[in-house]
C-alpha cells in the first residue's frame, strides 16, 4: 500500500460538522484545480470518534456535504434531548447505578447502521484507520481496513466503538482476534489520530524513507478554548473533574500530536483548526443556536487570508 497522502480526522462530537464543511471546501479546491477530488488525491484515510464516522464515510464514497447534512438530519436521535435522556438514564439507573453515562448510546448505533448498512471494514474503498481503546486489555486498538484480521468487522460497530467517549456513550463491545474487547473513544489513544497515520505510512510505503516526502492534511473539529482558572484546578475533586477532562485530554492530545507531525512532515504537512465561541463548544450541543454558531465558525475561518493560503498550498501538493 502507498500511503504517501494522508488525510486525518479529529474527534470532537456534533463538531464533525466543522469538519465535513472544511472538507467540502478542500475537496472543491481539488476539483477546481482539476484533480479530482479527497478521495482522489489521498492515499490513506484516519479518524478518531466523530472523525472516524466521517473518513468510514468517505471511504465508502459519500461527500463531505452529505456526511455534513448526516449531522443535521440525526443529531437528536445520536444526542437526544433532556425528556428523552432523564427517561433513559432513569431506567438505566436499576442496572447501571446513577454514574451511568449520559447516553445509552442507541441512537448512536441505528444511525450507524442506517448510514452504513452491512458494510465492512474491508469494503472501504480507501485504506482507513480507526483508533479506540480496549478497557479490557489496557491498551491501544488501531482498526486498519486493509488488516486481515479486520477486514470483515461491520463499519457501523468500529466507528460506535471509537465514538464511545467516557461518560457520554457505554463502552462498545467486539470479539475479533478470538477474544472480546470493551472499547471506548479513539481519542484517549490520539484525539487527533496523524501521528498513527504517519506510522502506518512510513511502515507500509517502502519508498517513502523520509517523513518529508509526506503531505498531510490534519483537520480538527474546532478547539475548545474555555479557562478553568487556578481556584477550580486546585479545588477540584473526581466530581467536578468528570467532564471538563475529557475535553482537556482531547485538545491536550491534539496538539501535542499537531506539534510532532510538524516537526516530522515539515512543509509538508497542513493543519486546519481553529479556536470554538466559549459557550458554543460542546460535544453533544445539538441546539439551533450552536450549529448556525459551527456553520459560522466553519465559513469565516475558511474565508481567512492565512485559510486559503493553507488550502491553496496544499492544493498545489497534491
Keep these: 500500500m502507498q500511503a504517501r497522502r494522508i488525510l486525518s480526522l479529529d474527534g470532537g462530537g456534533i463538531r464533525g460538522l466543522v469538519t465535513c464543511r472544511w472538507l467540502e471546501n478542500v ?95 474491508g ?3 480507501k485504506p482507513t484507520l480507526v483508533t479506540a481503546y480496549d478497557t479490557i486489555g489496557r491498551r491501544p486498538v488501531i482498526f486498519k481496513s486493509f488488516k486481515p484480521e479486520h477486514a470483515q468487522l461491520p463499519v457501523w460497530e468500529v466507528c460506535r466503538a471509537s465514538s464511545a467517549a467516557p461518560t457520554y456513550f457505554p463502552a462498545h463491545g467486539i470479539t475479533f482476534n478470538g477474544r472480546l474487547h470493551a472499547l471506548i473513544d479513539g481519542g484517549v489513544v490520539a484525539n487527533n489520530p496523524t501521528t498513527c497515520a504517519i506510522a502506518e505510512a512510513l511502515r507500509k510505503d517502502k519508498r517513502v524513507d523520509r517523513s518529508g516526502e509526506l503531505v498531510v492534511l490534519s483537520v480538527g473539529s474546532g478547539e475548545r478554548n474555555r479557562a478553568i482558572d487556578l481556584a477550580s484546578a486546585r479545588e477540584w475533586g473526581a466530581l467536578e473533574w468528570a467532564i471538563p477532562i475529557i475535553d482537556v485530554l482531547f485538545d491536550a492530545s491534539s496538539d501535542s500530536v499537531d506539534y510532532i507531525a510538524h516537526q516530522l512532515v515539515g512543509d509538508g504537512y497542513f493543519r486546519l483548526q481553529t479556536e470554538l465561541v466559549v459557550g458554543l463548544d460542546d460535544l453533544d450541543d445539538t441546539s439551533d443556536t450552536n450549529l448556525l454558531a459551527l456553520e459560522t465558525l466553519a465559513r469565516d475561518y475558511l474565508a481567512r487570508p492565512t485559510t486559503r493560503g493553507i488550502v491553496d498550498r496544499l492544493v498545489s501538493m497534491l
Design 27 to 121: 475537496d472543491a479546491a481539488l476539483a477546481a484545480a482539476g484533480k479530482g477530488g479527497l478521495r482522489d488525491r489521498f492515499d490513506l484515510f484516519a479518524g478518531s470518534s466523530t472523525g472516524a464516522m466521517i473518513a468510514c464515510a468517505l471511504g465508502l464514497g459519500l461527500p463531505p456535504a452529505h456526511i455534513a447534512e448526516l449531522y443535521r438530519v440525526h443529531r437528536h436521535t445520536i444526542f437526544p434531548g433532556i425528556a428523552r435522556r432523564l427517561w433513559s438514564r432513569l431506567g438505566r439507573t436499576f442496572e447501571h447505578g446513577t454514574s451511568a453515562p449520559r447516553y445509552d448510546g442507541r441512537g448512536l448505533e441505528r444511525v450507524l447502521q442506517d448510514v452504513f448498512g452491512t458494510a465492512r471494514m
Design 123 to 125: 469494503d472501504l474503498a
